[in-house]
């Protein structure tokens, strides 16, 4: 077993839930209107949903890489090339993060968990950037391409999680800092550019 690599997406993991996103500002958002407790569970319906799109990709490219290199190392090169159009996607962007509670409505906990959920999972880029980005960090020729899968998808939603209830929790403070900081937002997109390129090349000198 490769620890290395499973550090590595950790890190990566780690670096993409920080950088502002869709998922990230609205846990941040829930949390500013709807309190601390609402945030955690829009985090919760989020990460529970990343468990489907986990299943689907232990499953769908196990099998791919059971039938065929060329089909896995194809599935490599488009992801590769996926995840550098999202990092030119972020670099067109404006680097700005803006917050606005006034489209907020205020929501229920069991309700925002099952909005995270139904987010997650009718979201077709979760699924297109999970086959992008997992096979990369497959770390042992001995344990079977299923079960790595699943604990890459748990790695995933530990560290995420790790961040978005971190966001939760210090919603206050962060929307105070980004306010104050205007470079933060700069700081924070080139990370994100930095990162799934990073990926997209790790991605393309990976082994099986």
Same mark, same amino acid.
């Given at each position: 077993?490769?620890y ?9 993991t ?6 502002p ?8 958002m829930?949390?500013?209107v709807?309190?601390?407790k ?9 990460m529970? @949903? ?8 232990a499953? @769908?490219?196990s099998?791919?890489?059971?039938q065929?290199d060329?089909l896995?190392?194809?599935?490599k090169?488009?992801g ?9 996607q ?6 700005s ?18 909005q995270?959920?139904?987010m ?9 950037f ?11 020729d ?7 899968f699943?604990?890459?998808?748990g ?17 206050g ?5 980004l306010?104050?900081?205007t470079r933060?937002g ?11 390129? @990073? ?10």
């Amino acid at each position: 077993m490769n620890y290395e690599t499973l550090y590595a997406f950790m890190g990566a993991t780690a670096a993409l839930a920080i950088t502002p996103g869709p998922d990230n500002i609205y846990v941040l958002m829930q949390s500013l209107v709807n309190g601390k407790k609402h945030g955690i569970a829009t985090m919760a319906g989020l990460m529970t @949903g990343c468990i489907v799109h986990t299943t689907l990709l232990a499953f @769908g490219v196990s099998a791919i890489i059971k039938q065929s290199d060329s089909l896995f190392l194809g599935i490599k090169v488009l992801g590769a090339i996926y995840l550098s159009y999202l990092a030119f996607q972020v670099y067109k962007s404006d680097s700005s993060v803006v917050l606005s509670g006034d489209t907020v409505p205020q929501k229920g906990i069991w309700y925002l968990f099952r909005q995270g959920f139904i987010m997650n999972v009718l979201n077709p880029k979760v699924t297109i950037f999970f086959l992008a980005f997992f096979p990369a960090f497959l770390f042992s020729d001995e344990i079977s391409n299923v079960i790595q899968f699943y604990v890459l998808g748990g790695l995933f939603i530990a560290v995420s999680s790790l961040v978005f209830g971190g966001i939760a929790l210090l919603s206050g403070s962060i929307s105070v800092y980004l306010k104050d900081n205007t470079r933060a937002g700069w700081y924070l997109k080139w990370l994100q550019i930095i990162v799934f390129l @990073g990926i997209a090349v790790y991605l393309l000198i990976s082994d099986k």
